[in-house]
């Protein structure tokens, strides 16, 4: 039998709804609920429990909520046996908390941050993204460059082979999708997000989390998480505080970082929080390890 890894989710997991039945499953679960909405200082569990939707995916509150359905959770399951984890953009900050390496309290106040600062450097540097499937990495860097010329335009999340999302300057981006499209990408489309995630243009979000980083208590990971800047294991509080800096300007290497999980003993892996997104990545990347996903309370045995 090989290791068992904690995957966390991201942004665009969130649903109307997201953490209910956990709510009013558990007098446990309720506590973190009601402790989230005490940290917040608003009733975050208003938005997820009732919506609307428009609400819920605005980034300053999908990525406290996320996180907050996720840790409790991981905290439902209580003595759940792992030897790694990883989370994908956001859920890094999920997965250091199931490693003990940030508190729930703090873990929270720095996501809600996260969030906020993403959200405001969408507003004064304006990007979108969007995902190419189909095409080889190395053709759609060489499309984002010749794009560049445009405006920024970057290669943003590498989520499974043939799966990538770019992000950057709506004039370069759109650029890039059309010269995708005639490079022979099977689907190319633009999402619906706040900003240019994980490219350059997030520098003002990466300086305004730092301020919030450099005054948060990280401890030494007693598991190793595996970071999405460099797809290998970390553990240590200063390489984890600059490493969630980075995050913010530099690419998900998601596939790279299951593939050296993997080639580390790895081969259970189980999505904890809501939705199934890295479920169905871990299956493109590798059909021949176990996956599993705990959202709801039925899922908890």
Known sequence: MGKTALLFPGQGSQYVGMGKDLYEASDKAKALFDKANEVLSFPITDIMFNGPMEELKQTSVTQPAIFLHSAVVFNLLEDIDFEGAAGHSLGEFSALYAAGALSFEDALTLVRKRGEAMLAAGEVKHGTMAAVIGLDKEVLREKCNKASNLGVVECANFNSPGQIVISGSPEAVYEAMKLAKEAGAKIVKELVVSGAFHSELMMPARD??????????????????????????????????????????????????????????????????????????????????????????????
């Open 208 to 301: 305004e989390l730092e301020k919030t980083l450099n005054v948060t208590e990280i401890n030494d990971a007693v598991k190793p998480v595996y970071a999405n800047v460099t797809a290998k294991p970390v553990s240590v509080p200063d390489e984890i505080r600059s490493l969630l800096l980075k995050q913010l300007t530099s690419p998900v290497r998601w596939e790279e970082t299951v593939v050296n999980m993997i080639d580390d003993g790895f081969d259970n892996f189980i999505e904890i929080g809501p939705g199934k997104v890295l479920q169905g990545l871990v299956k493109r990347i590798n059909r021949n390890v176990r996956f599993s996903g705990v959202d709801k309370i039925s899922d908890i045995k």
